[in-house]
């Protein structure tokens, strides 16, 4: 009964975290630590891995049009809420070059997450869901005038890849990652392929 009030807590406390984010942006390093801090307050005695990624991402559809093959990094922490299932976060950066000469875009997603393992031999499969916001920035230089627009969307990320265990404490993983950001009109699409490596705390 502990555990799935447990999990129910940290359900609530997030996603109450993500929508108050989006009506206060400038609030929005405040709140995401508050994300961390909850996350380790209900389970800190869960086993708990960190990590990394890094990877191409494709724009596809309408956003596709305007922008060219990008690269893509990212922070990873997650809590082993059973041994097939993680909950956790992202914080990540993403830079995209323009098909127009001159424009280039950039975004910052903050994800709540979560993982499952699939049963398997040596290399596991996964699969997996994010959400949160995502601070998408435009640029322009255009005969050396210089400008930008930026502004903070809602997005939605679906994921499935594969990891292993190196050794106790250490695992490769890739993934495929299908990015939804929520912008105005149009929402902007691309398809991330990354690979990356998750450190085992405990």
Same mark, same amino acid.
């Given at each position: 009964m ?10 609530? $406390?997030?996603?109450?975290?993500i929508? !108050?984010?989006?009506?206060? @942006?400038?609030?929005?390093?405040i ?13 800190? &005695?869960?086993?708990?891995?960190i ?5 191409? &991402?494709?724009?596809m559809?309408?956003?596709?049009d305007?922008?060219?093959t ?5 922070? #990873?922490? &997650?809590y082993? @809420? ?6 956790g976060? /992202?914080?990540? =950066? &993403?830079s995209?070059?323009?098909?127009v000469? +001159?424009?280039?875009?950039?975004? #910052?997603?903050?994800m709540?997450l979560?993982n =499952?393992?699939?049963? +398997?031999?040596? $290399? /596991?499969p !996964?699969i ?13 230089? $255009?005969? +050396? ?7 903070t ?12 265990? @190196?050794?106790p ?7 495929a ?9 149009s929402?902007? /699409?691309?398809?991330g $392929?990354?690979a990356?490596? @998750?450190?085992?705390?405990?």
């Open positions: 502990v555990y799935i009030v447990n999990i129910a807590t940290f359900v609530i $406390i997030n996603v109450c975290l929508f !108050f984010m989006v009506y206060c @942006m400038k609030k929005i390093t709140i995401f630590a508050m994300f961390l801090l909850s996350s380790f307050a209900l389970f800190s &005695q869960n086993p708990m891995r990590g990394g990624e890094l990877g191409v &991402q494709l724009p559809g309408d956003f596709g305007g922008a060219g990008g690269f893509g990094l990212s922070g #990873i922490f &997650q082993e @809420m059973s041994p097939d299932v993680y909950l976060g /992202t914080l990540g =950066y &993403q995209f070059g323009g098909k000469d +001159g424009y280039s875009y950039s975004n #910052i997603p903050i709540a979560i =499952y393992k699939f049963s +398997g031999g040596n $290399i /596991t !996964f997996g869901a994010e959400a949160g916001l995502n601070m998408f920035s435009a640029s322009y230089e $255009i005969f +050396g005038y210089k400008g930008s627009s930026s502004d969307y809602f997005g939605i990320n679906l994921l499935a890849g594969i990891e292993s265990r @190196m050794n404490n250490l695992s490769w993983r890739v993934n990652k299908y990015n939804i950001i929520m912008s105005s009109g929402n902007a /699409t691309f398809l $392929i990354n990356g490596l @998750m450190y085992h705390l405990k």
